[in-house]
């Protein structure tokens, strides 16, 4: 097998003695040389039950080359089943001894009245037969030309002779002679005289009979007159040799029998070393020596050899499934919903970038907005690099998208989540919208970290490439997968990414539990908050279930389709909640006028570029008091705060009524001169009665 190149082979075998010993010799030797067997059955000698099955399961596997480990009849039953499924016309067979050497090919054709099914002799081309070395037959020939009726006392030898050229010997002359040509008589005429053994055709085995009888012989005649010459003899000087003597002594005997060298185990009585010869069927079903086999080394004829895929020789090797899912529904779906994926991340960041002036997208950062939308689409592109066929580049490209599209998800949380943390925590002065510095700064922790496990991957094993790998749990499933140089390494480097991204996330979610009370623009907080609980929840699911399938055979679709659907789950939901309520209120802005989101019992006024827009809402709060807060906003950059820094009646208010507890506010107040006239609660400190300020700012957080 390993000769041609052959490493996966279908068998069946006979229940019998000989199809259970070929069985257990066979299979142990394909262990050894790491070779795959499939479809293996077992028959009743005489039974055609079983065979369909077989015939079906070759059909549908990769191998082409079978071994049939059985008599011929059994052979050819086997055989007639094989050809009723057109698939299986590509096979070579491979056949011990019982069948390796057909004389008559018409014997495969006596399967006929068992099966109802025949085949043509050309089916069975280029069939490999091994049987013991038949060696010379010169011996044996030359003293069975000798022996005739008239010089043999063996009392069977004459029944042996009649039943062989099919005449009676001595028969009276009233008896017809028989024809000269054997296959011509009816067994009842009188043999000729002219008949010889030597003319018959010898048993292949032949030659071992006569080799077994001269090991036999040649141990006691060594025990007998040259015991000295064993390395173990402990039966010397005995007048009694018993039969466990004689077993001792054959492994200690060596010598050129007409089979070869004959030698043998030390241990055991087996013979060490036995010479094959390696027969092949033409389409005739006509056989012919190619060559020979020590059990070290092969020698054949290559020119002799002829395989019904002639000049070429059968391939018969374990096709590694590409984890390429071609067209199936599931695979077209996610190819398709990730291909929309990536086209609305693309229309989102035209609109955000054209609208980039209103005050929706100067709130939220243009920079946020669009490294969000890259990261998510950096995802969706890794899902349809994994639909195609594993190679090192598709290998690299899916892994460097993915990982670097989540740490730019997770970075863009992470950043809005800090800013939420520090207004909570009172840290300082707080800019009231976040500065691309600022976002960049907080991104660049995830996103580094992720890059860092990507380099020291590579460093460390070199990129990702396509490799075969083969299944633990199933020894006829190999399939090619993307591995570094060792795998421990890599499921190392790529657990601590997760871990990486996974912790990020806990800590940006308790951030944004803790931050509830905080009033955010279009409350991105709450949905920042359901973004990463969907990822935990997603993380708490899948992970197991991926780990978990293990590596049968399909289970490359079944992870593949586990990790898409949850991802793909993931970036919808992600994009939904993030730019969904943002284009609703740039689409309301344009019917309603640039600050047309601010509502809630207030009125505003707009003026042209760089003009003031003053708010001004009356709120009574939870405690029955009247408080005048005062908003003012600006078209300029500097005063589009991403937290509510104007009180809406019932939601914003200085104190909340439902808890009683203080709420969150940064408020800037900028003007060139104002005055403010207040009206306060017992115990609130005044604004002032009058107060003239240029370019002042009074930045209120907590109250």
């Known amino acids: 097998m390993t ?9 069946i075998f006979t229940t019998d003695s000989y199809g259970q010993s070929g069985r257990t010799a066979l299979l142990q030797q394909i262990g050894r040389q790491r ?3 499939t479809c293996v059955n077992q028959i009743d000698p005489g039974s055609v039950r079983g065979l369909p099955n077989f015939a079906d399961c070759v059909a549908k596997s990769d191998a082409s080359v079978v071994v049939l480990w059985m008599d011929e009849f059994n052979a050819a039953n086997t055989l007639s089943y094989l050809y009723q499924n057109a698939s299986n016309t590509r096979l070579t067979f491979m056949a011990p001894d019982r069948w390796a050497l057909i ?14 099914y025949t085949f043509p002799l050309s089916f069975i081309e280029g069939t490999l037969g091994f049987v013991p070395q038949i060696g010379s037959l010169s011996l044996y020939k030359a003293c069975m030309s000798a022996v005739t009726p008239n010089n043999t006392n063996y009392p069977v030898f004459n029944e042996v002779w009649q039943r062989e ?10 008896v017809p002679l028989c024809p000269p040509d054997v296959a011509d008589r009816e067994y009842n005429c009188r043999c000729t005289g002219e008949e010889s053994l030597a003319n018959v055709a010898a048993n292949p085995k032949v030659n071992y009979v006569i080799d077994s009888v001269n090991v036999f012989a040649s141990t006691l005649d060594k025990m007998i007159s040259n ?6 003899a402990p039966w010397c000087n005995r007048s009694i040799i018993a039969s466990s003597d004689i077993l001792q002594a054959i492994p200690q005997l060596s010598f050129n029998g007409l089979t070869g060298p004959i030698a043998f185990n030390l241990t055991r009585p087996d013979r060490r070393r036995s010479y094959l010869d390696i027969y092949q069927y033409n389409s005739e079903a006509e056989t012919h020596q190619v060559g020979f086999w020590n059990l070290t080394s092969v020698y054949y004829a290559k020119s002799l050899l002829v395989f019904k895929t002639y000049p070429g020789i059968p391939v018969s090797i374990l096709v590694p499934e590409n984890t390429e899912f071609g067209t199936s529904f599931w695979t077209s779906l996610i190819c398709i919903m990730a291909g929309i994926g990536i086209l609305l991340c693309i229309f989102l960041a035209v609109f955000f970038v054209t609208f980039r002036s209103s005050r929706v997208v100067k709130r939220a950062n243009i920079h946020y907005i669009l490294v969000f939308l890259l990261g998510i689409a950096l995802v969706f592109g890794s899902l349809i690099i994994w639909t195609l066929p594993q190679a090192t580049w598709t290998c690299v490209t899916k892994t460097v998208m993915g990982m670097v599209g989540w740490g730019l998800i997770v970075g863009c949380i992470a950043a809005k989540s800090q800013r939420y943390f520090r207004v909570y925590a009172n840290f300082g002065y707080i800019p009231p919208r976040m500065t691309t510095l600022e976002f960049y700064f907080w991104l660049s922790i995830p996103l580094v970290l992720a890059l860092v496990c990507m380099v020291l991957y590579i460093i460390g094993k070199g990129l990702p490439q396509a490799v075969v790998t083969q299944s633990t749990v199933d020894n006829t499933y190999v399939y090619i997968s993307c591995l570094p140089g060792t795998v421990s390494w890599g499921n190392w480097l790529v657990g601590i990414f997760i871990g990486i991204m996974f912790i990020f996330v806990i800590v940006s979610t308790t951030i944004l539990l803790l931050t509830l009370d905080l009033i955010t623009p279009y409350k991105e907080s709450t949905f920042l908050l359901l973004i990463c ?3 935990i929840v997603l993380i708490a699911l899948l992970i197991p279930l991926y780990y978990t399938v293990g590596d049968r055979r399909g289970s490359a679709l079944q992870t593949f389709l586990l990790r898409s659907l949850g991802e793909l789950f993931a970036m919808y939901l992600t994009m939904g909640l993030m730019f969904t309520p943002k284009l609703i209120y740039v689409l309301r802005g344009l019917k309603q006028g640039e600050h047309a989101d601010h509502e809630g019992g207030s009125s505003t006024y707009t003026g042209g570029t760089n003009r003031q827009s003053v708010t001004m809402d009356t709120t009574e709060t939870g405690l029955g008091t009247h408080v005048v807060n005062y908003t003012e906003f600006s078209e300029s950059d500097n005063s589009d705060s991403d937290f509510e820094t104007g009180a809406v009646a019932g ?13 969150f506010m940064s408020m800037n107040v900028s003007r060139a001169s104002s005055n403010m006239g207040s009206s306060t609660a017992p115990g609130m400190t005044s604004l002032g009665s ?5 370019g002042s700012t009074i930045n209120r957080r907590k109250i």
């Open 165 to 174: 050229f099919r005449c009676i010997i001595n028969a009276s002359d009233t």
């Open 227 to 232: 015991c000295g010459a064993f390395k173990q």
């Open 651 to 663: 939601d914003t208010g200085m104190i909340d009524s439902s808890t009683a507890r203080p709420g």
């Open 3 to 11: 000769l041609f190149g052959w490493n996966f082979v279908a068998a």
């Open 35 to 37: 070779l795959k067997v």
């Open 533 to 535: 609980l969907d990822f």
């Open 103 to 116: 004389n008559n090919p018409n014997t495969f054709n006596d399967t006929i009245p068992r099966t109802n």
């Open 690 to 694: 009058e107060t003239e300020a240029t």
